[in-house]
């Protein structure tokens, strides 16, 4: 139908074509050297009375009381008093204590206490004042009101917020016979516009088509484009701009609006291109929703010939323009032409101010974004809660704690710590800096003055970003006996922590929910339930999950070649590749770090190496340090040490701590001691705060019985104060996930674990196993497998969810284990579940791990 997935190609129309040709290009100071040169093109702000008369002055109260008694002389001296000077003073009035004075005149005076005319304006001032209840008594008042002052009180209630009233007062109109005109249509279009209700937006429709000779009226046509843009149907908008005649600029840009809001950026480009030929000239509005689309599609090269296009038309720029221009440079990838644009245009709002913000903290550029801050705070702008959700988003490491308290300190200076975007940006930036218990100070104090989905599902996400996912389901639930109602984004964080604890029956029960409770099972929680399969194991689920949805983009394809690395499907991940290019889904970063470690897990070097060389080349990707990791340690799983570190000791490579630790992890597999001290010596020079090197080089120890260098390394890293993630273990037995671990303390069946796990050490040994460690030890993996094997009937199949990698002396008994119970049982560690089969005690993996 649309072409979502084309490139779009922009034109300039063939009268800025001819006027190009006619111009002497040398003499044109926006060109140099023969070449179009953007930025001398910047130029001023408009002047305001290049637009618009100025606005007259307000009054005070007691400005109005002097002219009130001003007009009183003259009711008293003259017969006649120009109703008029009284509708002056009403748009005048500054304040609600000003427009009451002045009621309160006219209600007094016998000549104009029944004026229809001014008793509409009354009404149409407080309406602008925001007081829909005064304006309503003083309409109650009218004693006949005609359809301009059902329409006034209408754009009230519109104005306002109360868009759910202005249709009850439609209903109101229809049964006291006041027939609607095509102002009170507009209206009511606008009122549903922004209920976004698509059955009231047709019978509104067909109401306009009844009422007035709709094709002919392009106010309304405007309105109803915007009407069903908001409701999502394009369809409609589009017949309705196309049955249109005598269309005019503000018709067509709320179609190019339309096609923009909701993705179709080819066709909203595409009718930029028809305007002129259709005898129509864009205007700054025009091109400002032109640069939207660019910023949408993210292509630099259309964002130059956009800015080329308005050069040449010789409109001057505003505000808006500028802005739209540095928020496409920033989406489109140029940090450098965005600022460059910012640093040239005069007259910067905050709306400017927050969009340069932003660009620089979507990048991580976090240092830019607080400078332009406190730059912005000094040009004398009062930043609004966007200006800080953006500033705050920049701070998203634990380095970066420090600035983002001051910026919460500012937050509360000026009066936004009650704003709930606020709340939830602050929640987010506490948690991903680390500091989960300002983040729960946060959301506490916002709760008990405010509770909101909003700040809920903040939480939620933080919880379960932070390896929380217990944590993360409790509030769930009691959000709900708190009567908060989740929305979509509140299913999709509960999902996500059910996929980091691996709760697959709480999961779906999720999953159900959110199909009685009436949602689409559309891409955002298609693919955040193909992540719940995948990580639990189930890929049949994740696939059916998958092929069930008529849409998938980029994430939904790379979700579910995740799900079949995790699950040793390697040949399954080449088949979803060749899948998705025939689908048109350009592959990105992730596709192939998921591609690669399908391939380590498996041990396919030269498939690896062939999907780099075709991603890298063939689709221009640039690779990072996660990339090179996953080669380094497939080449290290394979034995070839020597080479790997010859490798990462040249430069650039030298300085990454990632590529040594793969090192480190392919020396623990191959048990190479020499080589193994030499890489973790290397990631503590490069992170000295890194406890993952002791960790490793512990494990390769115990695998070859050197248990007294395990008991030196943990002294030295408590000599360091090093502090390693702690491991845990979780298990879900009948819909309750239980979590096994040194945190989590004892658990309540700790003896019938403890007996289970002796029966189990003393038939291995008897079988001729004999473990490295005690099997009662701290291998919190195996006490979460002894709790579901006493906990559940035989056979039922067991999943454990770990949050650190297995020992090799762990995956060997777990193999006994498996098939002494009889039981399949899969372990997920990090990015690999491992599936046991009993049948003949074998892991997926194939003790290539």
Known sequence: MHGLKKRFRLSIPSLLRQQQQQRHFHEDKAFTGGEFNLW????????????????????????????????????????????????????????????????????????????????????????????????????????????????????????????????????????????????????????????????????????????CQLTYDVVLVTALIDMYAKCGDIFHAEVVFDQARNKDLACCNAMISAYIQLGYTVDAVSTFNRIQPSGLQPNQVTYALLFRACATNGVYSDARVAHMCFILSKLRPDVVVNTALVSMYSRCGSLEDARRVFDRMPGKNVVTWNVMIAGYAQEGYTDEALQLYVSMEAAGVEPDEITFVNVLESCSLAEHLAAGRDIHKHVVDAGYDSSLTVLSALITMYSACGSLGDAVDVFHKGVTTHSSVISWTAMLTALTRNGEGRSALALFRKMDLEGVKANVVTFVSTIDACSSIGALVEGHAIFERVIVTGYLIDVVLGTSLINLYGKCGRLDYALEVFHHLSFKNIVTWNTILAASSQNGEETLSAELLQEMDLDGAQPNEMTLLNMLFGCSHNGLVAKAVSYFRSMVYGHCLVPTSEHYGCLVDLLGRSGQLEEVEAFISSKPFSLDSVLWMSLLGSCVIHSDVERGLRAARRVLGLDPKNASPYVLLSNMFAAIGMLDAVKSLAKLAGERAMKKEQSRSYIEVNGVVHEFGVRAGLHRLGEKIGAQLREWSEEMEEAGFVPLHDVRGYHDEKLAIAFGAISSPPGVPLFVVKNLRMCVCCHGEIKHICKMTGRDISVREGNRVHHFRPMDASCSCGDYW
């Open 40 to 211: 001398a093109a910047v130029v001023e702000e408009p002047q305001a009375h290049d637009y618009a008369p100025l606005a007259p002055p307000t009054l005070s109260d007691e400005d109005v009381k002097q002219r009130l008694a001003s007009l009183e002389e003259q009711n008293q001296k003259s017969d006649f008093v120009d109703p008029a000077a009284y509708v002056s003073l009403l748009k005048q009035a500054g304040d609600v204590t000003a427009l009451k004075t002045i009621q309160a005149h006219i209600s007094h005076s016998k000549r104009f206490s029944g004026d229809r005319l001014l008793l509409n304006c009354v009404v149409e001032a407080y309406g602008k004042c925001g007081c829909v209840k005064d304006a309503r008594l003083v309409f109650s008042s009218i004693r006949h009101p005609n359809v301009y002052s059902w329409t006034i009180l209408l754009a009230a209630y519109a104005q306002n917020g109360h868009h759910k009233t202005v249709l009850e007062l439609l209903r109101q109109m229809d049964l006291l016979g006041v027939w609607p005109n095509a102002v009170t249509l507009a209206t009511v279009i606008g009122a549903v516009s922004e209920l976004g209700d698509w059955d009231e937006a047709r019978k509104i429709h067909a109401r306009a088509a009844a009422t």
